[in-house]
């Protein structure tokens, strides 16, 4: 008599093929609690640190807060530790770690960081916070079209083109004119006719939609560039000194402590940006056009069987992104610097649309990842100011490098519209 040997049961290979991915974030967030536990904690240094909360015009002033750089490092790092081993507890028992553990994770390792460059000195945080709002919303408004576009199943990668579009058309504008609000107009007018014509190839041509925002940023760079030397330079006095948006203080709320000169002692653009982040996210999940806009960029042959237009819809809705993003430019240049430089988008347009990735495709995401790209680019300019010893190359790298390992985290881990960058033709 043969008897066969029990087959023990094959593994499910869509558990096998999660597992590694379950840890991912853990594992991450772990090394970063350890690296702000170990450097900046164990190995810090002893020097004081002085966190300043208030500026010299302020009506209500506050008493800085002076506690030992190696300290501050620990407590950051001990809670960090915590929200780490949380990560894997719920790693564990494949659970999905919340956004919150990791927010907690990054702050604390910020809060470490902060403390260790500004050891032996002060710690600016109104500086840190204001410089944050100001360098974020150009980023916040190129990583909402970034959202529109995908959502309705366009990937808008010249999103780096029209935030440069926008910076230059507004100074010129501004400059010609005097009148700052109808640079504005213009400004998002430029954005807008760049979206339209990505669009325009995207829908009735199927052209790559990669490619085609590819080869709109490098016509729109070349374009500003000789704009720049052939026009604005020689004629800076009357075509490129547009000035900038004056600050506007909201009565009583811009008193608050430390509240105040950050959210409400701020340019016209920035208020916009505090209005368009909730309106987005409205018009998005809670209306009818926004429902769909969602079915374009996930099903659109569902939405075409019920009589939706899939390429009217999509046209349009790119072109509102565009909008939006050349609003962002006009930021660059009447709503800080005042003046156009050359490229001065620097990458900006390709950082928001890993914003995009990093906030899911959500408005409020979208916008909190900004935000930290921001805090990124101003901590590079405190560094600098602050005698920091970290070679100025490194710190010239940090907005980017900020970039790769937020990326790194969620890779792997959101899905955006099944249907971006995806042509719809209609059967």
């Not at 536990?37 to 807060?65: I, K």
């Not at 410089?131 to 309705?152: D, K, N, Q, W, Y």
């Not at 700052?180 to 807008?192: E, P």
């Not at 075509?239 to 608050?256: H, K, Q």
């Amino acid at each position: 008599m043969t008897t066969t040997a029990p087959v023990a049961p094959a593994a499910a290979p869509h558990t096998a093929s999660l597992a590694p991915r379950a840890w991912r974030t853990p594992i991450l967030l772990g090394a970063l609690a350890l690296i702000t536990l170990v450097f900046f904690g164990l190995l810090g240094t002893d020097e004081s640190v002085s966190f300043t909360w208030s500026s010299r015009g302020d009506a209500v002033q506050l008493d800085p807060f002076v506690a030992s750089a190696r300290v501050m490092g620990l407590v950051a790092g001990v809670l960090a530790v915590a929200a780490a081993a949380f990560a894997f507890w719920l790693a564990a028992r494949r659970r999905k770690v919340p956004v919150w553990v990791t927010l907690i994770v990054g702050l604390a390792f910020l809060v470490a960081l902060v403390s260790w460059v500004g050891a032996g000195g002060s710690v600016p945080v109104i500086f840190l916070l204001t410089g944050t709002i100001a360098l974020s919303t150009p980023l916040v408004f190129g990583a909402i079209a970034g959202v529109i576009g995908e959502r309705v199943g366009i990937v808008n990668i010249a999103i780096e083109g029209q935030l440069l579009a926008g910076a230059c058309t507004a100074a010129m504008v501004a400059s010609a004119t005097g009148n700052q609000i109808l640079a504005l107009v213009a400004a998002m007018v430029s954005g807008a006719l760049i979206a339209m014509v990505l669009a325009w190839f995207a829908i009735s041509y199927l052209v790559d939609q990669v490619v085609v925002g590819v080869v709109l940023i490098g016509l729109v760079t070349a374009v500003t560039n000789f704009l720049y030397s052939a026009v604005l330079s020689p004629n800076s006095a009357t075509l490129n000194d547009p000035g900038t948006l004056p600050r506007i203080a909201i009565p009583l709320l811009s008193e608050i402590p430390v509240v105040g000169p950050v959210l409400f002692e701020q340019r016209l653009t920035t208020y916009i940006m505090f209005l368009l982040v909730p309106l987005a996210w409205f018009v998005l999940f809670r209306t009818t056009w926004g429902l769909r806009i969602r079915a374009l960029g996930e099903h659109p042959l569902a939405a075409d069987t019920v009589g939706i237009n899939v390429n009217r819809w999509r046209f349009w809705t790119v072109t509102v992104a565009g909008l939006v993003a050349g609003l962002g430019g006009a930021t660059l240049t009447i709503g800080s610097v005042g003046a156009f430089v050359r490229e001065m988008s620097a990458g900006q347009g390709f950082i928001a649309l890993a914003a995009v990735i990093l906030g899911r495709w959500n408005p409020w995401g979208a916008a909190i990842a900004a935000l930290l790209f921001g805090f990124a680019s101003n901590f590079r300019i405190w560094a600098g100011q602050a005698g920091s010893q970290v070679p100025t190359d490194i710190i010239e790298m940090v907005p980017y490098v900020v970039t790769i390992v937020a990326v790194a985290i969620v890779a792997g881990r959101v899905i955006g519209p099944r249907a971006a960058g995806k042509p719809y033709i209609k059967e």
